[in-house]
């Protein structure tokens, strides 16, 4: 692999997991779903969620008074072969579960649920880069 095909494996491979959390916070279970591949694992809250459609039942028990937000950051990606790659990263977690207010408004501010490092196993499919494997682990929590 090239120098520029690498820096398009990271720059790629950063935006697919920056669209997964935008879609998450941003309440678009889809989206989520559609980032994983076929026989991707999301281990999540120490349940194995396998393929998109695990992802999407799961994630649609959540309700719109959930609010949260992830600050990816200290992302780094590592292509590991044509068509794949392991990325490392930080993600600042703020959460409330129960947000009742008008919608447009603001959810208090409180502290940081937790910090968590994840590391994901990445591969391409056609032309979208998709999550075959996804971990986390807490560092700190509240």
């Known amino acids: 692999m090239n120098k520029s095909d690498q820096v398009a494996t990271v720059v790629d491979c950063q935006q697919a997991i920056n669209r997964f959390f935008h879609a998450l916070d941003g309440h678009d279970f889809a989206a989520c779903a559609a ?31 959930t609010v949260s937000m992830h600050m990816i950051t200290n992302c780094v990606v590592t292509p590991t072969a044509d068509g794949q790659a392991d990325a490392r990263y930080y993600a600042l977690v703020y959460r409330c579960d129960n947000h009742v207010g008008a919608p447009g408004t603001a959810a208090p501010l409180v ?6 490092i994840y590391e994901d196993r990445l ?15 807490r560092v700190f929590a509240s």
Do not use: F, Q, T, Y
């Open 35 to 65: 980032s994983i591949a076929a026989d991707g694992i999301w281990h999540r809250k120490g349940n194995p969620l396998v393929g998109p459609d695990a992802v999407l039942a799961d994630l649609s028990g959540r309700g719109p008074e």
């Open 111 to 116: 502290a940081p649920v937790s910090i968590l």
């Open 123 to 137: 591969v391409k499919v056609v032309n979208d880069w998709l999550v075959a494997e996804r971990r986390s682990r």
